[in-house]
């Protein structure tokens, strides 16, 4: 259990940077080439740039994360393994994380979603694949199956 707590807290870290999916070749490029870009001004340091995209809604896009993606997973995932009596599949689990971020982005996106379905769509099957091998390396390869003792 505590396992499960701190591997979801450390994905829950992660999650914000790539919630921001539209900064990571801006990111990329600060922290390859050093080039600070953050709209149409330049920052001149890389802690400055890294606080301007992902700083200021940081700690609230984390609690989103946990709350809206990984809870939902973890619950999914538990309840198959608490009715099957065993591990839930990788692959099974990427779908079900992609299908968790579709469904969230068309319930809380607003705007022109069909100018930027490839976009998500993308998006979900990175975040499906990233952080389900993340949750199989951080929690779900420790899991235990117990043999169920069986009544005499």
Do not use: C
Not at 12 to 19: A, E, F, N, R, V
Not at 81 to 102: D, E, F, H, N, Q
Not at 128 to 136: D, E, F, N, P, Q
Request: aromatic residues 16%.
């Amino acid at each position: 259990m505590i396992r499960k707590i701190i591997g979801n807290l450390i994905i829950g870290l992660i999650m914000p940077l790539l919630m921001l999916a539209r900064w990571l070749p801006n990111t990329y490029n600060a922290i390859v080439h050093g080039v600070y870009e953050y709209y149409d001004f330049r920052i001149t340091s890389l802690s400055g740039y890294l606080y301007e995209v992902y700083g200021k809604n940081y700690l609230f896009s984390f609690i989103l994360a946990i709350v809206f993606l990984l809870l939902p997973f973890q619950l999914i995932k538990d309840r198959y393994y608490r009715k099957r009596k065993r591990p839930l599949a990788v692959w099974k689990k990427m779908l079900i994380l992609m299908s968790i971020v579709l469904v969230e982005v068309m319930l809380f996106v607003r705007g022109p979603i069909y100018d930027w379905y490839t976009v998500y769509l993308g998006v979900s099957i990175g975040m499906g694949i990233l952080i389900s091998l993340l949750a199989y390396l951080l929690i779900d390869r420790y899991v235990e199956i117990r043999p169920s003792k069986e009544k005499s």
